[in-house]
């Protein structure tokens, strides 16, 4: 298991170790990125709001479907409802679309990213 260290720094530190990418921490090397807590609704699977606030219908993490959850899903395709979304509102634009193949809870997930990056770019670091 990779170790998890969060820690708070002041800018012009998180500027440091951002632009460092890796720190070593006795026999660690651990990996140096923003740490950000998005918001994501277990039932529709969007971000931005909890399951009580959600009045959208339910969908499968693991196909997008709409019809069942992940617990009854028997699809071998993987799509990500998330980059789904994503991908149609951005229809008709010159942005290009997500690649949507994989799981709602990817690490890796496009959106996920977009999501993340969006909310970095709202934090005020200072003198960033």
């Known amino acids: 298991m990779v170790p998890l260290l969060v820690i708070e720094a002041d800018p012009e530190i ?3 170790l951002i632009n460092e990418k890796h720190i070593n921490l006795e026999w660690n090397r651990l990996k140096c990125a923003d740490f950000v807590s998005i918001t994501r609704c277990t039932s529709c699977l969007a971000f931005g709001h909890f399951t009580r606030n959600c009045n959208a219908a339910n969908h499968c993490s693991h196909c997008a479907s709409d019809e069942h959850t992940h617990k009854s899903c028997n699809s071998q395709i993987k799509e990500c409802i998330n980059c789904e979304r994503f991908n149609t509102k951005i229809k008709n634009t ?8 994989h799981d709602c809870f990817n690490k890796s997930c496009p959106s996920l990213a977009f999501v993340k990056n969006k909310i970095i770019e709202k934090i005020d670091y200072g003198s960033n």
């Open 94 to 101: 010159n942005i290009k679309p997500l690649d949507s193949n």
């Open 14 to 16: 998180r500027k440091l």
